[in-house]
């Protein structure tokens, strides 16, 4: 039995820990975190030959004495049904604006893990040289359908908050970004809407995530249309460019506002969510050690 793959299965759960977020199993054969290929019956045999390290209850697989977070999971179920239909609701409508290549949602609702009080946060692949054209109509669209949050408002259940936007010659992932907590965010992303091929695109684009979830997805070549804009746009998406981005400079943190991509995350969630999850699989390394029933079957790890 190869060790890294019971300490594979560790890392995977431990990182999931930390949303409340217990598997199924076939949720950890495609979020195995690991440098290779482990096939389900690899899995299978890893969960077994060290069933002291793991439990099951009603189709979830949690680390032992975590079974508290299969109750999360399953009160976020239903909440967050209710807010992925308000979300293809609101998608439909925005993929009529013809520069939109791409509608999807990133985060725990994509899966299914939202709170009651959550807003509904979108992500968006937009034509080349249109980017900021395209999030100024979306925005305006919002605020007449009353569905935008406020800008630093609390009360945000349920609002659309437009938080990523990408052109299609911008869509991968910067190399200084390229971490584990990326990877997750690119392979759990929920696509609402597609054209041209351009989930396909996406993820071909950042084939960079199966170092860190080599079952994330499979790679297809998809054959890449370079699609051109007049100058009319161009200057029409530079000029919205600059009036834009001088609007939210006063307002400005960490904030990612690029002619070609604007992420906007206040606060930075990847580098939180990282130390969280090397302290949890130090943390469950040394409780395994320190109990007896555990310590025989750790040496198969280390």
């Not at 925005?94 to 709170?115: F, H």
Request: some cysteine.
């Amino acid at each position: 039995m190869d060790p890294q793959i019971i300490h594979s299965i560790i890392k995977t759960l431990c990182y999931h820990e930390i949303f409340s977020y217990p598997l199924t199993f076939p949720e950890l054969s495609k979020y195995i975190i690991s440098p290779k290929k482990i096939s389900e019956r690899e899995l299978l045999f890893g969960l077994f030959s060290h069933a002291a390290f793991f439990e099951q209850q009603k189709g979830f697989i949690v680390l032992r004495n975590s079974t508290q977070i299969i109750k999360k999971r399953l009160e976020c179920i239903s909440e967050s049904r209710r807010k992925l239909a308000k979300a293809l609701w609101i998608s439909q409508i925005l993929s009529y604006i013809p520069t939109i290549q791409l509608i999807g949602i990133s985060g725990s609702l994509s899966m299914y893990n939202a709170k009651k009080n959550d807003d509904i946060d979108l992500f968006f692949i937009t034509s080349r040289d249109t980017l900021w054209i395209t999030r100024f109509t979306v925005n305006i669209l919002l605020l007449f359908l009353r569905q935008k949050r406020p800008v630093g408002a609390h009360l945000v259940r349920d609002k659309i908050c437009p938080n990523m936007f990408l052109a299609e010659d911008a869509m991968c992932v910067d190399e200084k970004v390229r971490n584990l907590y990326m990877a997750h965010e690119v392979a759990q992303m929920k696509v609402l809407y597609s054209k041209n091929n351009m989930k396909e695109r996406f993820l071909q684009e950042n084939a960079w995530v199966l170092k860190f979830l080599p079952h994330a997805y499979s790679r297809k070549k998809i054959i890449q249309e370079k699609s051109k804009s007049s100058r009319i746009i161009q200057f029409m998406n530079r000029t919205l460019f600059f009036v834009q981005k001088k609007y939210m400079l006063r307002k400005m943190t960490i904030e990612t506002v690029e002619i070609n991509k604007a992420f906007f995350h206040p606060i930075q969630t990847g580098s939180i969510v990282l130390k969280m999850y090397k302290l949890k699989v130090l943390h469950r390394k040394k409780m395994f050690t320190r109990s007896k029933p555990f310590r025989s079957q750790l040496m198969l790890v280390n």
